[in-house]
Structures are given as structure tokens and as C-alpha cells.
């Protein structure tokens, strides 16, 4: 069992950035890559960006020139920086603890609880 705590979330003027925070405990040994995704309201939440266990990242194009994902192993905390945030960057961000399957496609296991970004105009 891993657990996942987010922190970092806020209200920011356009233009401007957040850094935001995962603390993983328990397994975490067993953590071979962690996610990060959001959910605007009404939409489906999507996965923003991925980081693996030795340090390779992917990012969803939205996000791609702007974010960030880098991960301190001895704390095991993931960290999001967000850059030139946009209105459209507002949602609930939540990280995640899970594989990659041999098609390339991330799969989470487990979830933190969320924190919100509020991007003002």
C-alpha cells in the first residue's frame, strides 16, 4: 500500500506559477513510476504528465514548455512545477503511484486526495 499526500494548490494570476507537492509513504519501494493529472470541472480527469522510476518524464501536450515533473528519491516526494499558468490550467490536481504496461499506456494504482488550482484571468 503506498500513500499520497498533494500540497502546493492555490489561486495564481495568469501568467504566473505553482509549485506543487506529492509525499508517497508506505510501499514505496515498490513505486516503479508516478503520475500526475487534473480534472476540470465537468470533464474527465486526464493524466498530465508521468515520471519513471529512473527519471524519464512524458507530458501531455497541453502542458508540454510549461510544466515541469522532477522527484526527490530520499523524500520520496514528486514534484510539479507550473509555469505561465492559463485560466484553462484550473482544476483539481491529483498524483498517483502505478506501471506502465508493455504497451506504453500508465496505469495508476493508487491516488492522493487533490489538491486545487485556480487560475484567474
Known amino acids: 500500500q503506498v500513500q499520497l499526500v498533494e500540497s502546493g494548490g492555490g489561486l495564481v494570476q495568469a501568467g504566473g506559477s505553482l509549485r506543487l507537492s506529492c509525499a508517497a509513504s508506505g510501499s514505496t519501494f515498490s513505486i516503479n513510476a508516478m503520475g500526475w493529472h487534473r480534472q476540470a470541472p465537468g470533464k474527465q480527469r486526464e493524466l498530465v504528465a508521468t515520471?519513471?522510476?529512473?527519471?524519464?518524464?512524458n507530458y501531455a501536450d497541453s502542458v508540454k514548455g510549461r510544466f515541469t515533473i522532477s522527484r526527490d528519491n530520499a523524500k520520496n516526494t514528486l514534484y510539479p512545477q507550473m509555469n505561465s499558468l492559463k485560466p484553462e490550467d484550473t482544476a483539481v490536481y491529483y498524483c498517483?503511484?502505478?506501471?506502465?504496461?508493455?504497451?506504453?499506456?500508465?496505469?495508476?494504482?493508487?491516488w492522493g486526495q487533490g489538491t486545487q488550482v485556480t487560475v484567474s484571468s
Open positions: 515520471y519513471k522510476k529512473f527519471g524519464s518524464t
Open positions: 498517483s503511484v502505478g506501471r506502465y504496461a508493455y504497451s506504453g499506456s500508465y496505469y495508476p494504482d493508487y
